[in-house]
């Protein structure tokens, strides 16, 4: 499963999303990666109003205000539980 958070710089919703994929790391067996959108052209035009965004093996199941039961459902749901 493959993991990745965009995010950027001074961003108090991204650090709170970063928390909640720490804290789900502990449940759950994973890695994810983090992408400041700034650094990409692509990514700033396509997240731009959207971050923090997880997305989980190239989908996007979350953005902004990221809550961990959500997060969870899904890792579960990926994980066929």
Do not use: N, W
């Not at 997305?55 to 902004?64: F, H, T």
């Amino acid at each position: 499963m493959e993991i990745m958070m965009y995010t950027r710089q001074i961003c108090p919703l991204c650090e709170k999303a970063k928390v909640v994929m720490e804290e789900l790391q502990e449940e759950f067996a994973f890695s994810f990666k983090e992408q400041d959108i700034y650094k990409d052209d692509q990514l700033l035009e396509k997240y731009q109003l959207m971050i923090p965004v997880i997305e989980v093996d190239g989908i996007v199941v979350a953005y902004g205000q990221i809550k961990k039961d959500f997060i969870r459902k899904r890792l579960l749901e990926k994980m066929g539980v």
